[in-house]
């Protein structure tokens, strides 16, 4: 099992940076294939960015060059930095492995903002 605590998040203006962060307890982190996901109203949770055990990441088409997912296992700590946010950016963004397995207990999330 793993518990995962997001943080990060706020308001920022169109064209701004955020960077998330996502900090693990358990002694699985490492070997997880982990993902940020975001749930804008009324839409369905959605994946945004994973990043395998090993580093190899994969990005929705939406943020391909503008958000980058990362890992440090030793500090059993995920990242997604986001640049020149747009507001269809706003959401609740939460991080969780990839797939979600079945036990699996979301966070609060932190919800990210961007004001046009």
């Known amino acids: 099992q793993v518990q995962l605590v997001e943080s990060g998040g706020g308001l920022v203006q169109a064209g701004g940076s955020l960077r998330l962060s996502c900090a693990a307890s358990g002694s699985v982190f490492s070997i997880l294939n982990m993902g940020w996901y975001r749930q804008a109203p009324g839409k369905q949770r959605e994946l945004v960015a994973s990043?395998?055990?090993?580093?190899?990441?994969n990005h929705i088409d939406s943020v391909k060059g503008r958000f980058a997912i990362s890992r440090d296992n030793a500090k059993k700590t995920v990242y997604l930095q986001m640049n020149s946010l747009k507001p269809e950016d706003t959401a609740v963004y939460y991080c969780?492995?990839?797939?979600?397995?079945?036990?699996?207990?979301w966070g609060q999330g932190t919800q990210v903002t961007v004001s046009s």
């Open positions: 990043i395998t055990s090993t580093g190899r990441t």
């Open positions: 969780g492995p990839v797939p979600p397995y079945g036990s699996f207990q």
